[in-house]
């Protein structure tokens, strides 16, 4: 089915352990996103990707990095994982309409423990 | 001020019930606007665009007041299947269509 897949859907990390979150989307959508879910907090955008080649910044991007490594992929890489990003973390693209009507799809999430 | 909020409920209504939720955002600059539902550990799903006219979707009707910087979603007949948390979502203008998310606000349709 078409939509975003997120690789993997679980993971435990120790602290100071890197990792990456994979991504991609099979919709020929321009726009991509790295969200954070936490209990009480909503969802916080920690960076996204406007285009092919260009990444941005948003809300939390403090410990992560990413790479819009293509059109169709968006990866998030945390260096060195700390406790405090323990979280459900979402991947999401959506077309930049014209009108600006469009939503986003989101992957299923990955559900990351940092001990 | 927080980029948009909402009362986080929890709602609990019986079924057949008509029930409100209402949402206020910080920048008048944004341009669109969304009702998302979220299942239990599950991803938001696209429920609705909220249009300046006001919007229908069956049992669902969405508002929009520019003016006061408030958004509503209003469903009639409840379903137990509506048993969900329902995201007030705000573009974030000049960032390449990126969204704000409310907290959500829960709701829980009772037999």
């Known amino acids: 089915n078409a939509g975003v897949t997120q690789t993997p859907k679980f993971q435990v990390l120790k602290t100071g352990q890197s990792m990456t979150l994979q991504c991609a989307q099979d919709?020929?959508?321009?726009?991509m996103y790295w969200y954070r879910q936490d209990p009480g907090m909503g969802l916080r955008l920690i960076y996204y990707?406007?285009?092919?080649?260009?990444?941005d910044k948003g809300e939390v991007p403090n410990g992560y990095n990413v790479s819009r490594l293509n059109k169709r992929e968006f990866s998030l890489r945390l260096e060195s994982a700390a406790p405090s990003q323990t979280s459900v973390y979402f991947c999401?693209?959506?077309?930049?309409?014209?009108?600006?009507?469009?939503?986003?799809?989101f992957g299923s999430g990955t559900r990351l423990t940092v001990v | 001020r927080k980029e948009v909020e909402q009362d986080p409920g929890p709602f609990n209504v019986p079924e057949g019930a008509t029930v409100a939720f209402n949402c206020t955002y910080s920048?008048?600059?944004?341009?669109?606007f969304f009702w998302y539902r979220q299942d239990c550990r599950k991803e938001p799903k696209l429920l609705m665009s909220?249009?300046?006219s006001g919007n229908e979707d069956g049992r669902f009707t969405a508002q929009l007041n520019r003016a006061s910087q408030y958004i509503s979603l209003l469903i009639r007949d409840s379903k137990l299947s509506d048993s969900a948390t329902y995201l007030c979502?705000?573009?974030?203008?000049?960032?390449?269509?990126?969204?704000?998310f409310g907290k959500g606000t829960s709701l829980l349709v009772t037999p």
């Open positions: 999401a693209s959506s077309e930049v309409p014209r009108g600006q009507r469009g939503g986003y799809t």
């Open positions: 919709m020929n959508h321009n726009s």
């Open positions: 990707s406007a285009s092919e080649g260009t990444t």
């Open positions: 920048n008048s600059a944004s341009q669109s």
């Open positions: 909220v249009y300046s």
């Open positions: 979502v705000v573009n974030r203008p000049n960032s390449g269509y990126a969204l704000n």
